[in-house]
């Protein structure tokens, strides 16, 4: 089942020109940095792979973690990480993604109360409000696991982004849920590294130095093991896939191939939402609220 949707009012703005300038210094330095030393550069590299921008939270639903009918924490290592959860019934939980915050699925919080669910969102480590500096993709997904197993039993996840990856992984590995939402997801963290080599200027020696160093840190077998598109014909969720054609962070055809990999799954392909915009858009809101609502009866 696919559903297209278009709305060009909300199309994605431009990004702004001190964010272009920081890019562009940050292409030049490490472009300069390689050919003075290629080693501290690889270094460079991996520090700034495993450091998310903790972005400020969406101001229009910061609000909303005051009015959480439950806040509270997991203990993860030497960091804590806030939980937060509105209404009762079955628990729906929200998976961010890289450099975001559980309140990004702010604009869920209403409708899946008011249809009888309860929704629990949280901060990864290095993002939102919990703490610490660094994390990678294997501790996003532990910590998932670990957060719904404090909150479980699970009905469904609503995943974004990177946070897809972690939450097809947990849920191979075994973490239950009936249904499974993700909104832009990437194919694999394959890819999503060479994007970032992409846009960091690496030079071909320089991205396949820290494509090297990833595998000493994590296994040879990491680009299979944070594969979505191959993790996705093992998912025995009832799913639903959200892409975007103007998603300039998470290509459509990256999304569309965890899709087709997919067995039960629907796809809602729209466009002029762009890659974060999805993320609140009345239209995808409303189908995700139908998808994770669909055949419940709620008692009188």
């Given at each position: ?164 990856i972690a939450a097809g992984r947990a849920l191979v590995d075994g973490l ?86 997919w067995p039960d799954s629907e796809l809602m392909s729209a466009d002029g ?28």
């Open positions: 089942m696919t559903i297209h949707m278009r709305n060009l009012s909300t199309a994605t703005a431009p990004q702004t020109q001190p964010r272009n300038f920081q890019h562009e210094a940050l292409r030049l330095g490490l472009q300069l940095y390689t050919r003075l030393s290629a080693e501290g550069a690889a270094k460079l590299v991996e520090r700034l792979a495993f450091t998310p921008d903790r972005l400020p939270m969406p101001s229009r639903y910061e609000y909303l973690l005051d009015l959480a009918d439950s806040h509270t924490q997991l203990h993860h290592g030497p960091h804590t990480l806030p939980i937060y959860s509105w209404g009762d019934g079955p628990t729906i939980l929200g998976v961010h993604g890289w450099s975001g915050a559980g309140i990004q699925f702010g604009a869920y919080i209403e409708p899946l109360v008011a249809a009888g669910y309860r929704v629990v969102l949280y901060d990864a480590p290095a993002h939102g409000r919990a703490q610490g500096e660094r994390t990678d993709l294997y501790e996003m997904t532990e910590v998932l696991a670990k957060v719904a197993h404090q909150v479980g039993p699970l009905h469904a996840i609503i995943a974004h982004s990177l946070g897809s239950d849920a009936s249904r499974l939402v993700l909104l832009a997801p990437p194919a694999s963290l394959s890819e999503v590294v060479n994007e970032m080599g992409h846009q960091m200027g690496l030079s071909t020696d320089a991205l396949a130095e820290h494509r090297k160093r990833m595998e000493t840190r994590f296994g040879g077998d990491v680009w299979q093991q944070l594969s979505l598109e191959e993790l996705a014909p093992q998912l025995r969720q009832q799913g639903l896939v959200v892409i975007d054609s103007d998603d300039a962070d998470v290509s459509a055809d990256q999304s569309a191939r965890v899709y087709h990999n939402l762009g890659h974060h915009r999805m993320l609140r858009a009345p239209q995808v809101v409303d189908a995700v609220a139908d998808f994770l609502t669909r055949d419940r009866v709620v008692p009188h």
